[in-house]
């Protein structure tokens, strides 16, 4: 079993469902008592989320990439930032280690192109919504990626970072969200990406009509895939 390195805290919310994701994968494809071997760097959110706000994204890069030079010392072969939003420093972060980074976004828009969708729905922070790091990704892989209009993209961010990091979830909130994926599948979506790992705490599939892509989920099949071959 090859060591999975986590890069996580933003929030630590999300990289509790990580943790237990990653857990479950191994005990459910090794039975017994097996578990993951993991190496965990767990980061101040708040201070990332300042950089965010600032727009400093050449700092929170330097904050992850020594993070994660520290999970590749502890023994980690493979890396994951347990974040959608931070995978705008994704390459900061590959470029400061010798271990593959497994992008979150690769491993969604292969569940997408597998479940035989083009045009696809993403929830998200504003920034995962709107900056081309992320839906420019989904794109590469010839995804056609629409995102609520500006109304709605405020609140589903303002519900993720007001709410959900903190652990709160509310029925209000929920449907929100679902009357902003109808709206997305309204205007041709034919499925939906949960592009935020808080984003799950709040909404699953049963809550929606259409094919839902659980980020989180899809990244750790992923890690579970190449840590055990």
């Known amino acids: 079993m090859r060591t999975i390195g986590l890069l996580g805290g933003m929030s630590w919310e999300s990289s509790a469902e990580y943790y237990r994701l990653l857990n479950e994968g191994v005990r459910d494809r ?6 993951a071997r993991l190496v965990l760097a767990s980061v101040d959110f708040a201070q990332v989320e ?4 600032a727009g400093d994204w050449e700092a929170a890069g330097r904050l992850l990439a020594a993070e994660a030079r520290g999970v590749e010392a502890a023994g980690a ?3 994951l930032i347990c974040t959608n939003t931070m995978h705008k420093v994704a390459d900061q972060v590959q470029a400061a280690v010798g271990i593959p980074l497994l992008h979150l976004a690769d491993a969604t828009a292969r569940a997408v192109q597998g479940a035989g969708i083009e045009r696809v729905g993403l929830l998200g922070t504003a920034f995962t919504m709107e900056q081309d790091f992320y839906t ?3 794109a590469d892989h010839g995804l056609d990626v629409l995102v609520p209009d500006a109304p709605d993209r405020e609140l589903v961010h303002r519900v993720i970072y007001d709410e959900l990091c903190l652990g709160v ?4 909130s929920r449907q ?3 009357r902003g994926v109808a709206d997305l599948v309204e205007r041709g979506a034919r499925g939906v990406i949960l592009g935020c790992t808080e984003i799950e705490l709040l909404l699953g599939a049963d809550d929606v009509d259409v094919p839902v892509f659980a980020t989180t989920a899809l990244h750790v099949e992923a890690a579970l895939d ?3 071959g």
């Open 30 to 35: 090794l039975g017994g008592l097996h578990s």
């Open 50 to 53: 300042a950089m965010q706000v």
């Open 77 to 79: 072969d493979l890396l």
């Open 136 to 138: 420019g990704r989904l």
């Open 169 to 172: 979830v509310r029925e209000e």
């Open 176 to 178: 929100a969200y679902q």
């Open 226 to 228: 190449a840590a055990l």
